[in-house]
């Protein structure tokens, strides 16, 4: 039964091609994205501000517990895909010639693909195992007790003598390069293809080609989602208003220029 599975996403996943791009063009997603964003500017903050509450709220509730509370916010990293659906939907209606609003939002959200639901759903788990992993790790090795960024900085990014901030790198790239190769593109694709041509696994195998084929564009966007999105945090989470936003309106823009779709 697996087996069968995994050979109709394969065919499913072969359905659709993947376009040669040379290296700066994720600079183009981000320049379309802004386009984009300043196309439906309420509509569009108000999903980043919903963002950076979200952060917010991460913080007032683990603020006193910062070894939960790093692996929090970069676990928010692996489940953002899923949240940027609405925004998804919104440059799918800009790129149509139609105008979204608040109703994009209500449509891309309504449960009633369940594809969506599901992918949510492993990526969540995948973002609370990694907040468990984090926290197990800092709250085991550290030398001392993390209560807050003082802490997590002098003894554990500042101490030479135990390598942990190494190790909490290297346990959180393990994690995040193959679940961010499986959602580049898989949760855009999942939104613009029916159940019919395209399940949650063919979307996982589809993003994987993506990579496989362009690494180092790939590579680069990845860093620039990185370094996007800790200036975001680092600006006391207000800078998610519009950072945020501007990136999942630019990941629907990798989505169509890296793969054909079947009506194309």
Same mark, same amino acid.
């Given at each position: ?6 050979? &109709?996403?394969?065919?499913?996943? &072969?359905? @659709?091609? #993947?376009?040669? =791009? ?21 509509? $569009? ?12 709220? %991460? ?16 676990? @928010?990293?692996? *489940?953002?895909?899923?949240?940027? !659906? ?30 969506? =639901?599901?992918?949510? *759903?492993?990526?969540? @788990?995948?973002? !609370?195992?990694?907040v468990m992993c984090s926290a197990s ?7 001392e007790p993390i209560r807050n960024p003082?802490?997590?900085? @002098?003894?554990? *990014?500042?101490?030479?003598? $135990? ?5 909490? %790198? ?14 580049? #593109?898989?949760?855009?694709? %999942? ?13 996982v195998f589809t993003s994987w080609r993506? #990579? ?5 564009? =790939? ?5 620039? =989602?990185?370094? %996007? !999105? ?29 793969? !054909?779709?079947?009506?194309?």
């Amino acid at each position: 039964m697996p087996d069968r599975f995994s050979e &109709q996403a394969l065919r499913e996943s &072969q359905a @659709f091609g #993947v376009r040669p =791009i040379p290296l700066l063009r994720p600079l183009g997603w981000l320049a379309r994205g802004w386009r984009d964003l300043w196309q439906c500017p309420v509509v $569009s903050l108000s999903q980043g501000a919903l963002m950076a509450a979200f952060g917010a709220l %991460l913080w007032w509730v683990a603020h006193e517990r910062f070894w939960l509370l790093s692996g929090a916010f970069s676990g @928010f990293l692996i *489940v953002a895909p899923v949240l940027a !659906t609405g925004l998804y939907a919104m440059s799918r209606e800009i790129d149509l010639g139609r105008r979204p609003g608040w109703h994009t939002l209500r449509e891309a959200w309504r449960p009633r693909d369940g594809r969506l =639901i599901v992918f949510g *759903v492993l990526l969540a @788990f995948a973002g !609370t195992g990694w907040v468990m992993c984090s926290a197990s790790l800092v709250t085991g090795f550290a030398p001392e007790p993390i209560r807050n960024p003082r802490d997590f900085l @002098f003894k554990v *990014v500042l101490n030479d003598a $135990s390598h942990l901030f190494e190790l909490w %790198l290297a346990l959180g790239a393990v994690l995040a390069a193959p679940v961010f190769a499986s959602s580049v #593109v898989a949760i855009p694709a %999942l939104l613009d293809q029916p159940p019919g041509r395209l399940g949650v696994l063919g979307a996982v195998f589809t993003s994987w080609r993506v #990579v496989l084929e362009h690494p180092a564009p =790939i590579a680069l966007w990845a860093a620039l =989602i990185l370094a %996007l !999105t800790v200036i975001g945090m680092g600006t006391a989470l207000l800078g998610l208003v519009v950072i945020a936003p501007w990136l999942g309106h630019a990941s629907w823009h990798a989505y169509r220029d890296l793969v !054909t779709r079947r009506r194309d």
